[in-house]
């Protein structure tokens, strides 16, 4: 459902398009339309999207967004991501609140995971 005035959607940019589309299928089970060789979107995840073509990337230490997934299992979903091919920039620490760590996926991009569920002490 739209709604005036809230976020709607969210675009990143990705070099390499497939093996970004093939990381977030794996690890998370999305699906992609592709709009031409240079951009596809993907659905209800939350927040609807889009990844384009560009020799850019997403990280938090130059300002940029973060988006953060949440995870019942941090454990789990951590190692699910490293096995689709994500690289752990920050592995697991504990915040007020709960746990999370951050990795990006294949074309650079940085995300995050959090959870509210103790793990690791």
């Known amino acids: ?18 093996k970004t589309k093939g990381f977030f299928s794996q690890a ?37 967004a973060l988006l953060v997934f949440y995870s ?5 979903t951590r190692d699910k991501l490293i096995q689709a091919g994500a690289m752990i920039v920050r592995d697991i620490f504990t ?10 996926e294949p074309s650079g991009n940085e995300f995050a995971v959090w959870t509210d569920k103790i793990a690791l002490k």
């Open 72 to 76: 019942e299992d941090i454990i789990a």
């Open 95 to 104: 915040f007020p609140g709960g746990q999370r760590f951050h990795f990006t």
């Open 28 to 64: 998370f089970g999305w699906e992609f339309t592709d709009f031409g060789a240079e951009y596809t979107a993907f659905s209800d995840q939350g927040i609807d999207g889009g990844f384009y073509k560009a020799e850019l990337k997403s990280e938090a230490a130059k300002g940029a």
């Open 1 to 18: 459902m739209l709604r005036h005035e809230k976020i709607n959607y969210v675009e990143y940019a990705a070099e390499d398009l497939e």
